[in-house]
């Protein structure tokens, strides 16, 4: 098995450059740790890289993981509710959101009230457009079974009726109808 530090220093040099809306060595990253599971922590510690490039390319490769094997995440769900929800950048608040939604079935309680609470706070304090519509997403999906949440999110589904951006408002009518149409 190889070395966590030099692992993360290799994905790092990977995941860096390049324009930064491709996908770079992105999926080199993921193939690799498919092969060698273990690998997943040196991803992991790259979100703390300083390259912001760098932590869009690992939220991407966390997608793709996640995707492939939802239990690989389990162990990480805790640090990512207070490490990487601390990260101020529009791809991890939108990664988050979506890990979140792949991940419901295997959170415990306390890890969905916390989820929970880190999606509401990105929706309310986010103005960027993949976040917002990411976040109503899944906060719609969950709101079905929980009508406190529903309660929660009828106002900010209103409100961004009325977004200017197209994506924005769209998302929200196709939601709020989705959610409310019976009322």
């Not at 959170?107 to 304090?125: C, D, G, K, Y």
């Not at 900010?156 to 149409?181: E, N």
Request: net charge negative.
């Amino acid at each position: 098995m190889r070395d966590t530090t030099d692992t993360r220093d290799l994905f790092e040099a990977m995941l860096t450059g390049g324009h930064p809306n491709s996908l770079g060595r992105t999926v080199e990253v993921v193939d690799m740790i498919l092969a060698e599971p273990p690998l997943l922590e040196a991803l992991y510690q790259c979100y703390f890289s300083e390259d912001a490039v760098v932590r869009l390319r690992v939220s991407s490769s966390m997608k793709r993981i996640c995707h492939a094997h939802p239990d690989w995440l389990v162990p990480y769900v805790d640090r990512l509710l207070t490490e990487i929800s601390q990260i101020n950048q529009a791809s991890t608040q939108w990664t988050l959101a979506q890990l979140f939604g792949e991940l419901v079935d295997h959170l415990t309680t306390e890890q969905h009230r916390r989820a929970l609470a880190v999606m509401q706070n990105n929706l309310t304090t986010s103005s960027d457009w993949i976040v917002i519509n990411q976040t109503l997403q899944i906060l719609a999906e969950w709101a079905k079974t929980d009508a406190d949440l529903a309660r929660w999110l009828e106002p900010h589904l209103l409100r961004f009726q009325g977004d200017s951006r197209k994506s924005v408002a769209g998302i929200a009518r196709k939601l709020h109808k989705a959610l409310f149409s019976g009322k």
